[in-house]
């Protein structure tokens, strides 16, 4: 079912291989009341921990101590999947005494736009890879991009505690859920076999990384998406609606004039409202499987994807405040990746992303 990725002009990280994982849309908060998976990939070193500037971490990248960063502004947009981690991080990074720096979560699609097209930011945080045609618009305003993997997610379908009867859906269901044009639709469409419930679909928007990411994956990169044409609540880059949506549906068993909601956001967000909403089992052919560490560090979990950072040599040459600190997120991302809710990059790609950071800004 998954797609071969784009390759990135010049310098790309190394394709997806969740067996080797060790390891929105706005929410400001990173707290998870769910279980959250542990990190894998070792840690810094002891040096790295202490911050010691003449010290290279695990990664062959210098131990930053963020006090003494260049000044400097770093411009960071994009994904609302990869907010709360680079938040988590911008958190570490903060309580080390280094400035902070603005990030802005409007989607994959808006972060490339200002990457690419306006040339306004350094960094672009994306839940997909980027498109040949957004290279090719970085590469007019003489940039070449530089993917970054810092990590992998479990997109999420959700359900209310409520439901007691779509725990597990097929890949089919879930896409005749979401293509359902009918605002007299019922559960019943979807399945004959499930109670006929009205339905409520909330989705992010189309310049989502996440909104592209289950297009490809459930509709097969239909376009245009059958999702933009159902009765589907678009919630833009604002996951906290879909969670909202979703467990106040008043989905109650023996009365079917009460309403069951479905939506679909990163695992961050299922791991932080776990208490209210229920993730779903997706079965993409070989029986149902749920989100997890267990299931995305095997490969079994059919809506596992990766999670990047872009940048340009250009701009890590010129900007070393830029340079520092992306090499203190590669070095540190580790630390804090399980308590956001998500999972460890591959060892394999974070040490790639290392070597052009390092190549890049010239660490030596």
Known sequence: ?????????????????????????????????????????????????????????????????????????????????????????????????????????????????????????????????????????????????????????????????????AQELTVEEIAAAFSLSDPGATWADVNPGFPAHPIQLFTPGADSGTFDYFNEEIFDEAEPSPILSSIAQIVGEDDNVTVQGVAGDGCTEGDLASTCAIGYFGYAFFAENADVLQAIAVDAGDGPVSPGDESVNEGTYPLARPLYMYTDAGIVADKPQVASFIAFYLNRVNEVIGDVGYFPAPDEALREAADAIRAAADFG
């Open 1 to 165: 079912m998954t797609k071969p990725r784009k390759t990135v002009a010049m310098l790309a990280v190394s394709a997806l291989v969740f067996a080797a994982c060790g390891g929105t849309d706005s929410g400001d908060t990173t707290d998870t009341t769910a279980s959250a998976p542990a990190a894998t990939q070792p840690p810094a070193t002891d040096a790295a921990q202490s911050g010691s500037g003449d010290s290279a971490s695990d990664l062959g990248l210098p131990v930053i101590d963020p006090l003494d960063v260049p000044s400097g502004e770093v411009a960071i947009a994009g994904s609302s999947t990869v907010f709360p981690l680079s938040t988590a991080v911008m958190s570490l990074w903060e309580d080390e005494g280094g400035p902070g720096y603005p990030i802005d979560s409007i989607g994959s699609g808006g972060g490339f736009e200002r990457f690419c097209v306006e040339g306004a930011s350094d960094i672009s945080n994306a839940s997909r890879p980027i498109k040949d045609t957004e290279v090719a618009q970085c590469n007019e305003i003489d940039r070449d991009p530089i993917e970054i993997r810092v990590g992998t997610d479990a997109l999420s379908v959700v359900i209310s505690q409520g439901n007691y009867f």
